[in-house]
């Protein structure tokens, strides 16, 4: 990706700078939502927008390529899918009680460290490098491809053999809790019919011989 040194600073930052940070905030106030609300539906839409910021981040960054891949496989297909699940599973509507945690505090402890950690190894790594925003498209299909498949070869294969766990993982689970809960229907089912057999005739005429 070409990079350009910076020809003014913080203190007078142009429109594209400008709508980057006002994105930024919608973005992140959508994030904050999605995890706070109680209400399941709200919460998918919540992260429909928030994804959808980020794939306007991408774009103010000339990353084209990223941006569209953001919108067809993040907003197209996994909020989709979540939303499925939502309906197959017959979540709630309205407000779930379920939804809230009392590890409230402690994941946000855990959300603010991740973030400053992140803002700080990013800050260090890119303090004195710029990207022209006013120049050409520098996220292309072709730089894109060209540095993932010459420098993130390694790390693509493994996060695709992570994912393939995970989809096993997932797999196997739903399985064991099916079993699960065909064996917990059967008990079920046998306790029900013990107490029916009475009502025949041969079984009250066995049962007065054992009280005899």
């Known amino acids: 990706m070409t990079l350009a040194a910076a ?4 203190l007078s930052p142009t429109g594209v700078e400008i709508a980057f940070l006002l994105v930024g905030l919608v973005t992140l ?6 995890v706070t609300t109680r209400q399941l539906v709200h919460a998918a839409l919540w992260l429909v927008v928030t994804l959808g910021g980020i794939a306007v981040e991408y774009l103010l960054l000339t990353a084209e390529f990223i941006a569209w891949v953001q919108v067809l496989i993040y907003v197209g297909s996994v909020v989709v899918l979540l939303l499925f699940g939502l309906m197959l599973t017959k ?20 959300a603010v460290a991740s973030a400053a950690a992140l803002v700080w190894v990013v800050t260090d790594a890119f303090r004195t490098t710029w ?9 292309s299909t ?9 420098y993130w070869v ?4 493994a996060l695709s053999v ?14 064991q809790n099916g079993d ?6 059967g008990k079920q089912h046998g306790s029900r019919e013990q107490p029916g057999s009475l009502k025949q005739p041969g079984a009250r005429a066995r049962l007065r011989e054992d009280q005899g």
């Open 91 to 110: 979540a709630p509507i309205g407000r779930s009680p379920d939804a809230d945690s009392g590890n409230r505090w402690a994941a946000l402890t855990v």
């Open 7 to 10: 020809s003014h600073g913080f």
């Open 29 to 34: 106030g959508a994030a904050v939502v999605t």
């Open 162 to 175: 992570l994912l393939l766990a995970a989809l096993v993982g997932a797999i196997v689970l739903s399985r």
């Open 131 to 139: 990207i022209d925003l006013d120049g050409a498209v520098q996220g």
């Open 154 to 157: 390694l790390p693509f294969e």
């Open 142 to 150: 072709e730089a894109s491809g060209r540095s993932l498949f010459q």
């Open 180 to 185: 699960r809960g065909q064996a917990d229907g």
